[in-house]
């Protein structure tokens, strides 16, 4: 099997759920010995401000941190970059706009899984304050001729309660459950599909057992990536 192209992964936002994202990647890839796996090449930096004060215009615009990011996993060879932060793409695309490099976005390739999955009009999202409050796939269900259906406030505190369970490395059965709560409430909206748009809450989902149909945007952009790299990425 000839080498993949290399992969650019922009993580440290945050450090677990870019470890996920890697994992999932790897379980993605079909491959039977070690160089089977794709070539990637990774600049996980923690230090890039904050992306909900950036979306609220109380912090720092991280777009700097994103363009060194960039810079950096082009110097070391990567030939397409991917991010499995959600909130970062409100940013990413002014980023990567002129740079020779194919971005993946991780907003379009979830839209892009619910619509051949699923023949419901209503989506239930559950997400990072700061990927709801910048509208990035409630902007990009409404193209795909959806309805995005978010939590209560109530509900969606408590997902940021679970968000932050995952960064602090503290969460276990309470944030499954109160996730399988919020499935709930989404369904009985209407909802039959979640997108699951943040990659902390990608670390609990897999243990949540829902009626809902789950698409995980940090999985389905393991596998768009394993098929840009030049693979055919694995569905199991």
Known sequence: ???SRIVGILGGMGPAATVDFYDKLVRATPAR????HLRVVMWADPTV?????????AGTDPSPWLTDGVRRLQEAGAELIVSPCNTVHAFLPAVMAGVGVEFVSIIDTAVEAVDV?????????????????????????????????????????????IIHAVKSGDHGQSERDALLAIFASLAA???GSVIVGCTELSVVVDDVRTDLRVVDAAEELARRTVIAAGRTADQT
């Not at 010995?33 to 089977?36: E, I, K, R, V």
């Not at 902007?139 to 795909?144: E, P, Q, V, Y």
Request: charge should be negative.
């Open 1 to 3: 099997m000839q080498p």
């Open 33 to 36: 010995t070690d160089q089977d």
């Open 49 to 57: 401000p904050d992306r909900l004060a950036a979306v609220r215009g």
């Open 117 to 161: 999955t699923d023949q419901e009009r209503k989506v239930g999202l559950v997400a990072a304050d700061g990927a709801v409050e910048s509208e990035l796939y409630q902007r990009a269900l409404l193209a795909a001729g959806r309805e995005a259906v978010l939590p209560s406030p109530s509900e969606q505190a408590e997902l940021m309660r």
């Open 189 to 191: 909206h209407g909802a």
